[in-house]
């Protein structure tokens, strides 16, 4: 099977934005619908939502899923001074959880107190760096799928699936730390539980074994998608199939991982073909 | 050999005083220096600093080591305002350069504004949890590490020597992105060289293998420092031998981890005895 590019126009700054967001998000989810009709085996979609204004996000989220096939929908982390797991932002996940559509989180710059604390003080492009790719997007990413979990939204909305991009952004790696915040929760599941039912990760082009082993030890096999970040982290096709072959998968786990899994997530919304 | 214990008195109320601290801190270190004297074979010391009163700290620095025969000092993070590698600070990290004396930087909650931003709405006890040992102690201490790289503190002092707890607070397993900040930070050399040259980390206790294996991939077997964060993360000797037996290091490399590498860091000190 060739590969499927998954499309989205959400930007950070459409998180910000009040009334026109709405019909920009229209306009571009009907741009990106009609350039995937072309070419419907090359492309997917993932909805585009005025987050500012969350009743209207959640229908345009699910005018998406149902009628224009979207196959979930991006979030870029905070709302303007809100974290995602703001009461206000309820709707969307609701909407999200109802409709069987994944939410996955893309990474945002941190808020600028955040930046100002802990990404600031070098030159300019180091600043920019550090609170983007070289951390902060990472630290900032990670925090807010810990903060859906923490707000108890996986216990209210149990079937409701995340995705985290770059193998689960750094709280994989320190799963069984932040599993000690369960003396305190007082959700109904331990931290791992949630990991294992509401979250999957992608590769995003970390073409890294010691990676995919500890992702597929806190999520399981069954919740990694493959991804490449092209053209950021791009890599020759060759480069690729070298990774999915010495991945230690086995051939069946190696076809799930390479998109079974994303079939499985994406394969039962109501949208109309 | 019997486990050695190190002990320091630093907390971080104490970064946060003005001239009151260094009469303080002078008491801490000569009382925790007389309970050595006491069990020389048992105890050790980290120096307690006046952080907040910089050239006065260098010194006391400079007599806990040359005089009590401390075998470095604790850090704990931000001081007031400041982060670790503010320009006011640099007397202390050239004064533990010029004495070889290493420096532990201890996990501390993080700055009020990035906690409001990141650790709290929750219950009092899960916002304490999640910018604490859930997640923010070691976010925090790993940023201070990496603000030093940036700050070209290692450029300045290539010998100084710092300890990251937890198996390196979390940066280490994501070295092979924040490496990504080579592209733009100017320094002689990489971030993975730095990892190499001026980093030390502890197990605290978390005796996972993969966060061995990783730490030990990125700055190698020969600064890996056992410890096991007690009264914390109590564990039988028995589960301390066992998982120093199924580490997968050879005898000799688990001697050094054990206390080897230690021995090797602080025993060139220009103390007295």
């Known amino acids: 099977m060739a590969g499927v590019q998954v499309l989205s126009l959400t930007t950070p700054s459409l998180h910000d934005l009040g009334p026109d967001s709405v019909e920009l998000a229209r306009c571009a989810n009907d741009a990106v619908a009609e350039a995937i009709a072309h070419h419907p085996d090359r492309f997917q979609a993932l909805a585009t939502l005025p987050v500012g204004m969350p009743d209207e996000a959640a229908l345009e989220l699910e005018r998406c899923v149902r009628t224009l096939g979207c196959k979930g929908t991006m979030l870029c982390g905070h709302v303007g001074h809100r974290s995602l797991d703001h009461t206000d932002l309820l ?4 909407s999200a959880a109802a409709l069987k559509a994944a939410i996955l989180l893309y990474p ?12 600031s003080g070098f030159s300019p492009l180091v600043d920019a760096a550090f609170s983007c790719f070289g951390l902060g997007w990472h630290y900032d990413a990670g925090i807010q799928f810990l903060r859906l979990v923490l707000a108890g939204h996986f216990a209210r909305f149990p079937n409701l699936q995340i995705i985290l991009e770059h193998w689960g952004e750094m709280i994989l790696f320190y799963a069984e ?4 915040m369960d003396r305190v929760s007082e959700l109904n ?6 990991f294992r039912r509401n979250l999957y990760v992608t590769a995003s082009g970390m073409f890294m074994l010691h990676y995919l082993k500890q992702a597929a030890r806190v999520v399981g096999r069954d919740r990694l998608l493959f991804s490449t970040d092209y053209p950021y982290q791009y890599r020759s096709s060759g480069d690729t199939r070298r990774f999915l072959e010495n991945s230690g998968l086995d051939q069946a786990d190696r076809q799930e991982f ?3 899994n994303w079939e499985q997530l994406t394969g039962n919304l109501p949208h109309a073909f």
């Not at 709707?91 to 609701?94: K, N, T, V």
């Not at 730390?177 to 000690?180: M, T």
């Not at 599941?189 to 949630?194: L, R």
């Open 177 to 180: 730390r932040i599993a000690s």
């Open 91 to 94: 709707p969307i996940f609701q």
């Open 258 to 260: 390479a998109h079974g």
């Open 189 to 194: 599941h331990s931290m791992a539980t949630y």
């Open 108 to 119: 945002r710059a941190p808020a600028k107190t955040a930046r100002n604390v802990y990404y």
